[in-house]
């Protein structure tokens, strides 16, 4: 039996902070991994995508050369295992920092398996068992796969097994019209491949404001991805060689053929071999862990982060969560979930960024609203830069001028949506950063100019 003052279990983007900070604070750490060190993000997520995202941008503007007067001799060819291996050494590069950083630091004890609850304050690791007064349990999520009919007699692709692919899919179907499914289907057509985005509901990006979705379809479509909607009852069964998907569209084929299946149905946490049970610890009825503002369970002295605790689903709410646990045990700063504002991306070509509240959520808050927009045809270096598609927006209330929300559908959308994102940190009204002077040419510039003409929200 190891004693130690704290136990984190899983090294994503909250447990490798958080075993920095506690070790720094005099603490005897034990963290354990069952995986690759970095999780999600680092391994299957976020990097590894955005490597790819990178390839795929590349491919694009190569195809569109010609358009800058830049002419390529002969065709353009995407080699797949390259791309691969180029997301292997970005992503394998992050992989081994946080394997050595943990490995390394002082009064932390790493252990690589998987580890569970034997109580509130024990934890088994293998043959090995642990206790601590404080158990942090940062252990993420997975793919999630749905019931469909037929699904577990063909072969299927999820996010992990995307990482591994090293030929290209002459037609990738991808089931699910959201985040991920985006991301990969127009990766994979700039690669080359034939895409079928399948999605149950009316729209792709459900959560998103309609006009966000409209544009994106259109974005998709004009580069030759099939959008099926409205996919009621999705089936799968093997077709010779092929996989056949069924759809039930009200219109075009009720059934498609591709020769490879991505399911992009959303993501489950790993909480369902835990041990949560022996500790008590409670979760809600889709197995996220219950947690209160502080990230504390119903256990004292058990915290859950990232993931798991179902108040995120991204790498920087995860690493926030880090953030808030610190700030209460180790700097008497009382941080809460609550004070952080909702803000993500969505990077397909033009990146979405967005920040605070959908127009949907702002007209059922039933405040009065002031909304501005401007499409990224009157943007000049959008313009210069051949990169028109989508447009910017942002609500802002009325009495209080302060930004209610925004979305950036644009080049450099991801990196823009920041200067609105910090205003509303800052609680600002919109007036100051409408007299603001930005720099020319930028996208940023404009957002002042459509600060200038709110009109009430429809
Ligand atoms: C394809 C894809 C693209 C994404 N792109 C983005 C993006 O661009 N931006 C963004 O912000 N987010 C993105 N995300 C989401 C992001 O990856 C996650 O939100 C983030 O990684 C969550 O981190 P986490 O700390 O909760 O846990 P994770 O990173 O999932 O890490 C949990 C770790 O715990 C380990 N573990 C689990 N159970 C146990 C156990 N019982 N014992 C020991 N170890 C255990 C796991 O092996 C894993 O290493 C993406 C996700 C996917 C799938």
Same mark, same amino acid.
């Given at each position: ?5 704290a136990?984190?279990?899983g ?6 902070s958080?075993?920095?900070?506690l070790?720094?604070?005099?603490m ?16 299957? !997520?976020?990097?590894?995508t955005?490597?790819?995202?990178a390839s795929a941008?590349?491919? =694009?503007?190569a195809?569109r050369?010609?358009?800058? $007067? ?9 080699d ?5 291996? =180029?997301? @292997?050494?970005i992503?394998?590069?992050s ?8 490995? $390394?630091m002082? #009064?932390?004890?790493?252990? /690589? ?6 109580g ?10 642990l206790?601590a007064?404080?158990?942090?349990? #940062? ?12 699904i ?9 097994s995307?990482?591994?692919?090293d030929?290209?899919?002459r037609?990738? &179907?991808?089931? $699910?019209?959201?985040?991920i ?15 079928t985005?399948? /999605?149950?509901?009316?729209?792709l ?12 379809? /259109? ?10 909607? #409205?996919?009621k ?12 998907v ?16 991505l399911?992009?149905?959303g993501?489950? +946490? ?9 500790a008590g610890v409670?979760?809600? @009825?889709? !197995?996220?862990?219950?947690v209160?503002?502080q990230?504390?369970?119903?256990v ?6 990232g993931?798991?605790? *179902?108040?995120?689903?991204f ?15 180790l700097?008497?700063d ?15 070509? +033009? ?6 509240m %959908?127009?949907?959520?702002?007209r ?6 002031l909304? *501005? ?10 313009v ?13 209330? @009325? ?17 823009? &949506?920041?200067?609105i994102?910090d205003?509303m940190?800052a =609680?600002a ?5 409408? =007299?603001?002077?930005?720099i020319?040419?930028?996208v %940023?510039?404009?957002i ?6 709110l009109?009430?929200?429809?």
């Open positions: 039996m190891a004693a130690y003052d136990i984190i279990i090294t994503g983007q909250a447990g490798p958080l075993a920095g900070r070790t720094k604070a005099g005897k750490v034990a963290i354990a991994e069952r995986g690759k060190f970095g999780g999600t993000c680092v391994n299957t !997520g976020c990097i590894p955005k490597a790819m995202v941008y590349a491919a =694009r503007m195809q050369a010609s358009e800058y $007067g830049v002419h390529l001799g002969g065709g353009v060819r995407v797949l295992r390259e791309v691969m291996a =180029r997301k @292997a050494l992503s394998g590069e992989n081994r920092g946080v394997e050595s950083w943990l490995k $390394g002082a #009064n932390c004890t790493v252990y /690589e398996g998987h580890a569970r609850l034997e509130p304050r024990a934890v088994s690791v293998g043959r090995e068992r206790t007064e404080r158990v942090f349990l #940062n252990v993420g999520g997975r793919a999630w796969k749905p019931e469909m009919p037929g577990d007699d063909v072969p299927y692709l999820n996010n992990s995307m990482m591994k692919l030929t290209l899919p037609h990738l &179907i991808i089931v $699910g019209g959201s985040y499914g985006l991301e990969f289907g127009q990766m994979f057509r700039r690669f080359g491949s034939e895409v985005i399948v /999605e149950m509901k009316s729209r990006l459900p959560r998103e404001d309609e006009d966000v979705s409209a544009a994106i379809r /259109e974005i998709l479509e004009a580069e030759g991805i099939a959008v099926r909607l #409205n996919a009852c999705i089936r799968a069964a093997t077709q010779g060689a092929d996989i056949g069924g759809v039930d569209c009200t219109d075009g084929a009720p059934e498609i053929a591709g020769s490879h299946l399911l992009a149905t993501r489950r +946490p790993n909480t369902d071999d835990l041990g949560l049970e022996k409670a979760t809600d @009825a889709r !197995g996220y862990i219950t209160d503002d990230l504390r369970t119903n004292p002295g058990i915290w859950a982060l993931d798991c605790n *179902g108040k995120g689903a790498t920087h709410t995860s690493y926030n969560d880090f953030e808030i646990v610190a700030a209460n045990l700097d008497g009382s941080r809460r979930v609550s004070d952080r504002i909702t803000a993500y991306a969505l990077y397909i070509d +033009p990146p979405l960024g967005r920040a605070g %959908s127009d949907d959520e702002v059922k808050s039933g405040r009065k609203v909304a *501005g927009k401007r499409p990224m045809t009157r943007v000049g270096r959008a210069e830069k051949g990169e028109t598609q989508g447009f910017m927006k942002v609500t802002v209330d @009325a009495e209080s001028k302060q930004i209610l929300g925004a979305a950036i559908l644009g080049t450099g959308g991801d990196e823009v &949506i920041h200067t994102l205003m940190y =609680r009204p919109y007036t100051v950063m409408q =007299r603001a002077m930005h020319h040419p930028t %940023s510039e404009f002042p100019t459509m600060m200038d003409k009109k009430p929200l429809q």
